[in-house]
């Protein structure tokens, strides 16, 4: 059994920050990357941001420079610290693990945590 568990959501003032983690647990050979991944109220799950295990990342255009994601490998464990937060990046935040498998290698996802922005 493997479980995705984020942590770190909360309510923030527009122009502050919070950070995000996410870890994975169970019994599984190693993760071939993690990433963070949002839904705000009527739309669909996109992208935020993603990083494998030899810590390469990739950004969405609307949090670059804004936003960092980073892992610690050996805790199966990735951050994201979320800066000059706005309105519009209230969501749902959730978090995705590439869990790799002897024999094969699946998705698994958190159960999300909400970040909301004031204005």
């Known amino acids: 059994q493997v479980h995705v568990v984020e942590s770190g959501g909360g309510l923030v003032q527009a122009g502050g920050s919070l950070r995000l983690s996410c870890a994975a647990s169970?019994?599984?050979?190693?993760?071939?990357?993690m990433g963070w991944y949002r839904q705000a109220p009527g739309k669909q799950r996109g992208l935020v941001a993603t990083?494998?295990?030899?810590?390469?990342?990739n950004y969405a255009d609307s949090v670059k420079g804004r936003f960092t994601i980073s892992g610690d490998n050996a805790k199966n464990t990735a951050y994201l610290q979320m800066n000059s937060l706005k309105p519009v990046d209230t969501a749902v935040y959730y978090c995705?693990?590439?869990?790799?498998?002897?024999?094969?290698?699946?998705?698994?996802w958190g159960q999300g945590t909400q970040v909301t922005v004031s204005s």
């Open positions: 995705n693990a590439q869990i790799v498998f002897l024999n094969s290698t699946q998705d698994y």
């Open positions: 990083i494998t295990s030899g810590g390469i990342t």
């Open positions: 169970g019994r599984f050979f190693s993760i071939n990357g």
